[in-house]
């Protein structure tokens, strides 16, 4: 029941776009995302709720196709305080399902 | 802006004996998790908690594991008889409600257990 995520990681020079995918074999009703620096908590980023859901938080989007069970996101002109590691989650009543996990790394 | 507090930080433990990890959540919300995160993996569900009962727990929350809000504002894990692969950092989260809200789940820092 977990979602796999794509990449597992992925490095990327400042400046530069990446796409971090969540695909899920259940049916999704809201995706949420959190990114996760070492050694520190969890840090909520978005969450979607409808399929075609898009939602954008400074130069980090997000997508959510219903249909497919999966979601996208986006991460435009990457700076170096994006890194860390980016996990989408699920909800299926009321236990939470975190996704694989993609390691991002920016560097200069 | 209203935090989760856990504490301590850092807690060692010799094996066998038992932990007490509290959380403070943030005051007006209703629903509170806890996940594990082992050195290096994912972060794993553990198990809710509404309305003073628990709301939905992982395999992982056998009866080594139990939950308890002692009052109206801590909310407790404790680990029975600790083993070595309890060494993990463990993270409380809180949100105003659960299932399938459009709510998001705030977390603290952690509390880092070393079983010894």
């Known amino acids: 029941q977990q979602p796999v995520q794509s990449p597992q990681a992925v490095i990327l020079r400042e400046g530069e776009d990446a796409v971090i995918n969540c695909s899920s074999s259940?049916?999704?009703?809201?995706v949420h995302w959190y990114r996760q620096k070492h050694g520190e908590a969890p840090v909520f980023l978005m969450i979607?709720?409808?399929?075609?859901e898009q939602k954008g938080h400074d130069k980090i989007s997000a997508s959510f196709n219903e249909k497919k069970q999966q979601s996208s996101l986006y991460l435009t002109a990457s700076q170096l305080s994006y890194s860390g590691t980016y996990f989408c989650?699920?909800?299926?009543?009321?236990?939470?399902?975190f996704g694989t996990g993609t390691s991002l790394t920016v560097i200069p | 802006e209203p935090e989760v507090t856990q504490t301590p930080s850092h807690q060692v433990t010799q094996m066998g004996q038992e932990v007490i990890l509290r959380c403070v959540p943030i005051?007006?919300?209703?629903?509170f998790y806890w996940y594990r995160q082992i050195l290096g993996q994912k972060v794993e569900f553990l198990v809710s908690?509404?309305?003073?009962?628990?709301?939905?727990k992982s395999e992982i929350f056998d009866d080594q594991f139990s939950v308890e809000r002692p009052d109206g504002s801590n909310f407790t894990l404790k680990i029975r008889s600790t083993k070595l692969e309890d060494s993990a950092m463990y993270f409380c989260?809180?949100?105003?409600?659960?299932?399938?809200?459009?709510?998001?789940?705030?977390f603290g820092d952690g509390t880092r257990l070393s079983i010894l």
């Open positions: 908690f509404y309305n003073n009962e628990i709301s939905e």
């Open positions: 979607l709720l409808k399929g075609g």
């Open positions: 989650g699920t909800t299926t009543g009321n236990q939470f399902y």
């Open positions: 989260a809180s949100s105003r409600t659960g299932g399938y809200s459009n709510q998001p789940q705030h």
């Open positions: 259940k049916a999704l009703y809201s």
């Open positions: 005051s007006n919300h209703l629903y």
